[in-house]
């Protein structure tokens, strides 16, 4: 079991680039998450999705869209990145509500 | 809205002495309360997880925390320091929904 799976591990891009950052979970689990942790603030919820078939903005979903594709898979993309979106972005998911996180390995992005 | 603050982003301790991480929180329902540590270029885990059942929660690696109502407290103690415990370490709150809001995070340094 790999748990969850993020890729890439890194990246670069240039200002107005886009990409998708991919998470895949094998544990059957309802809900997922996209979060970046910058230094002195902390892990910020971007985006999650409780269950498949529905998505909800966090605390800064401003230049960024998800889609659950299915129960395994969330995405996140980046339509026109700028520099204010380096960070390391964490995928996470859990059974439910109120129940423990598991964490990706994260995806580091720099946009220069 | 819910909130977590972790005074202290960088705490330093002898290795043997007590290890002592700070969290309060804010919420207007009764929260779900947790732990995690994330070591270097890893995601993070969970150490411990409050839910009601009792005021005191022992986590792994010898790590507990006390939730104090009266206080708006949740904070993290170890009696004795190991080198292993080096890390950063995040409280997360939750107001019984989906979402997750984490603190800024605290730097555990341990010394010889």
């Known amino acids: 079991n790999a748990g969850v799976t993020q890729t890439p591990k890194f990246q670069v891009l240039k200002t107005g680039q886009s990409m998708t950052l991919q998470c895949a979970q094998d544990?059957?689990?309802?809900?997922m998450y996209w979060y970046r942790q910058d230094p002195g603030m902390g892990l910020r919820l971007i985006y999650y999705?409780?269950?498949?078939?529905?998505?909800d903005k966090g605390e800064v979903p401003n230049g960024y869209n998800v889609s659950r594709l299915n129960k395994r898979e969330f995405s996140l993309r980046l339509e026109s990145a700028a520099p204010s979106q380096t960070s390391v972005y964490f995928c996470?998911?859990?059974?439910?509500?109120?129940?423990?996180?598991?964490f990706g390995s994260g995806t580091q992005l720099s946009v220069l | 809205a819910q909130s977590v603050t972790q005074l202290g982003s960088h705490v330093s301790v002898s290795e043997g002495a007590l290890v002592l991480l700070r969290c309060n929180y804010s919420?207007?329902?009764?929260?779900?309360l947790f732990w995690y540590v994330q070591y270097p270029n890893q995601g993070l885990q969970l150490l411990l997880k409050y839910t009601s059942a009792a005021t005191l929660v022992k986590g792994i690696n010898g790590f507990e925390a006390e939730f104090k109502k009266s206080e708006t407290s949740f904070h993290l103690t170890k009696p004795s320091a190991h080198m292993s415990d080096a890390a950063e370490y995040f409280c997360a709150v939750t107001p019984r929904t989906y979402k997750y809001i984490f603190g800024t995070g605290t730097r555990l340094k341990v010394l010889a």
């Open positions: 996470a998911t859990t059974t439910g509500a109120n129940e423990k996180l598991f």
């Open positions: 919420s207007s329902v009764p929260p779900y």
């Open positions: 999705s409780a269950s498949e078939g529905t998505t």
């Open positions: 544990m059957n689990h309802n809900s």
